[in-house]
């Protein structure tokens, strides 16, 4: 926050495209869609506003094609299930963590020192149920699936350390059903599909990016 509220004060900075090793971090809130339970006739819960994170090690090919590899936590605690007319407030919290292959495109050009830019990801996520209670009884449990994201971003390069830069993205993360064991159903498991909105700001770090060359000297004017 405090490197955000700093950059109308930094150096103006040439956006290069990214070349070479990079790492970035970021940090947020994370949205929790509500979640149906298979085979319950409609049992579902929904989620308070939780948090995230995500680190990532990528390389730049230095024509606005990234590709990364990420690892990544979220969690919302659970607000309220309902089946029918049925409501209950919850217990319980649901946790998504795992790790993510990403393709970015960076847009350099559009705006100036800012750098928007678009990726897409495919990985293997958990998630977790701790203990969600519901009018039926509780999900406790994890499973794993294959995972797929979106993302949207701008990155905002800061002058005075070349390869720097802050970023602010907006992510959309799905896994493929999810079955979580439960004291509600006869299986004792029941499908989810966990579905993440979140929004992070965070840092990126490129190494080897050289000092954006001086301003040459304006000449002498010519002696008379």
């Known amino acids: 926050a405090a490197a955000v509220a700093a950059l109308p004060l930094a150096a103006p900075a040439v956006a290069q495209p990214v070349e070479g ?10 949205w929790l869609q509500r979640q ?14 939780g948090w995230g994170g995500v680190v990532s090690l990528g390389w730049g090919f ?13 969690e919302n605690n659970a607000d309220r299930s309902r089946i029918g007319t049925i409501r209950s407030a919850s217990g319980g919290s649901a946790r998504s963590y795992g790790v993510m292959a990403n393709a970015f495109y960076d847009f350099h050009g559009l705006l100036g020192g800012i750098v928007p830019y678009v990726g897409v990801g495919a990985g ?14 509780f999900s406790n449990g994890s499973d794993a699936r294959f995972a797929y994201q979106g993302i949207v971003g701008a990155a905002f390069p800061i002058g005075e350390v070349p390869g ?10 799905a896994t493929l059903d999810q079955s979580i064991p439960n004291t509600f159903t006869l299986a004792g498991r029941s499908n989810v599909t966990p579905q993440n909105h979140s929004v992070f700001l965070g840092v990126r770090y490129a190494f080897g990016v050289a000092p954006a060359p001086a301003p040459a000297a304006a000449p002498e004017p010519a002696r008379t």
């Open 21 to 30: 090793f990079y790492v970035g971090a970021g940090a947020g809130v994370n």
């Open 36 to 49: 149906t339970y298979s085979g319950t006739g409609g049992l579902s819960t929904d989620f308070d506003l």
């Open 62 to 74: 230095g024509n606005g094609l990234r590709a990364e590899v990420e690892g990544s936590y979220r």
């Open 124 to 137: 293997y996520m958990w998630h977790e149920h701790d203990r969600i209670t519901t009018p039926l009884g």
């Open 164 to 173: 720097l830069a802050i970023t602010a993205e907006y992510r959309y993360l």
